[in-house]
């Protein structure tokens, strides 16, 4: 749990503006943890320059803006690849949909239960795919999906259903009364969650269970 708090306690450091080796002299880690916990966290030109009037290392403002250019550079070559690969995939026509949600149902999806459909996920945007394949491409009425979420007790509760509801374009009275873990929400995001908890999205309709379900068997015996 210390490992835990302490690379909390070095992004918010980074957040006020500090370096790698001031971090490090506070929290004694290595350069190499350090380097891991702070990839997504390079500081700012205007943060590097106030540092360097503080008196500095010209060597150490060095390697903070070695570490801007190459994060811009693949900012630029991932972007470059999204447009490419956007316009690829994109339009999606209905059957091209519905697979692409059979197929994510079947990696995602509850499949112990044959009466309705039912996806669990921490990130949102899976979960705003699996409404839109029900509501569009199976034709439910938005009105007939349940939410349900799992989140920790150091959480603030009504804040992460405002939140739910809004990513997702449901309202709060679709929600059921959400399960409370007792564990804290700082290990989630230490493996690199969403910081959200986990969201469950279901429908209870038993003959399109039994639809879905066939048709990801037909996939699977097809193979």
């Keep these: 749990m210390a490992r835990l708090e302490d690379r909390v306690k070095a992004v918010n450091l980074r957040k006020q503006g500090m370096s790698y080796s001031q971090i490090r002299q506070i ?3 290595s350069k190499s943890t350090l380097s891991y916990w702070l990839r997504e966290f390079p500081l700012t030109e205007g943060k590097i320059r106030e540092l360097q009037y503080k008196g500095w290392k010209k060597s150490e403002a060095s390697r903070e803006k070695f570490r801007i250019t190459m994060r811009e550079k693949k900012e630029k ?3 470059d690849i999204y447009r490419i ?3 690829k995939i994109f339009p999606l026509n209905r059957r ?3 697979l692409a949600g059979l197929f994510l149902y079947w990696g ?4 112990c239960r044959m009466d309705g459909l039912s996806v669990s996920n921490s990130d949102p945007s899976v979960l705003k795919f699996f409404i839109y394949w029900l509501v569009k491409i199976l034709n439910i009425p938005r009105d007939k999906i349940k939410v349900s979420l799992q989140l920790y007790n150091d959480m603030k509760i009504n804040r992460e259903m405002k939140f739910w509801s809004k990513m997702l374009g449901i309202p709060l009275s679709q929600f059921i ?3 409370i873990k007792k564990t804290s929400i700082l290990r989630i995001n230490h493996k690199g969650g969403f910081g959200h908890g986990t969201c ?7 003959s399109l269970a039994e639809k879905i379900f ?3 068997k037909a996939v699977s015996d097809s193979i």
Excluded at 108 to 111: A, R
Excluded at 200 to 206: K, L, P, S, W
């Design 214 to 216: 066939m048709s990801i």
């Design 77 to 79: 070559r991932l972007q």
């Design 108 to 111: 995602e999806g509850t499949k």
């Design 96 to 98: 091209e949909s519905f």
């Design 200 to 206: 469950n999205i279901r429908i209870n309709d038993v």
């Design 85 to 87: 690969q956007r316009a």
């Design 27 to 29: 929290l004694k880690v």
């Design 177 to 179: 009364r959400p399960y």
